[in-house]
């Protein structure tokens, strides 16, 4: 039951981690601050934006899934996937400012506490 209860914590937690990015979605100033980058003209706001709901979506799932087992190993999949590819990508990208570096890293994070959820619960709820 223990076991049980952490690993539910740590997916949330991990979704909660893809979730925060979705409040670009409404306010796109606090994904320029957060990233570090300039958000000039609607395009780049659209692209940004339609980044926000996308981690939103993904984290939203590893939240949901906590609860479904049946949705665990979906969730898992594409929140390791979402935090691996943005870490990878941010380590080839020569001169990565200092902001991205700290999403990154944070990243890095998010897929531990992922990896640390799933281990402990395991095959036990499917």
Known sequence: MRRRRTGQVMLVAAGL???????????????SAAYGVDIAG???????????????LVGGLAVLAAFRPRLRAAAIAVNAVSFGSFTVIALVTPAVNTELTRVAWADVAGLLVLSCGAVLLGRQDT
């Open 17 to 31: 981690l893809n979730l925060l990015p979705g409040v670009g979605l409404v306010a796109p100033g606090r994904a």
């Open 42 to 56: 609607a395009d780049l706001e659209t692209l940004m934006r339609h980044r926000a709901l996308l981690l939103a």
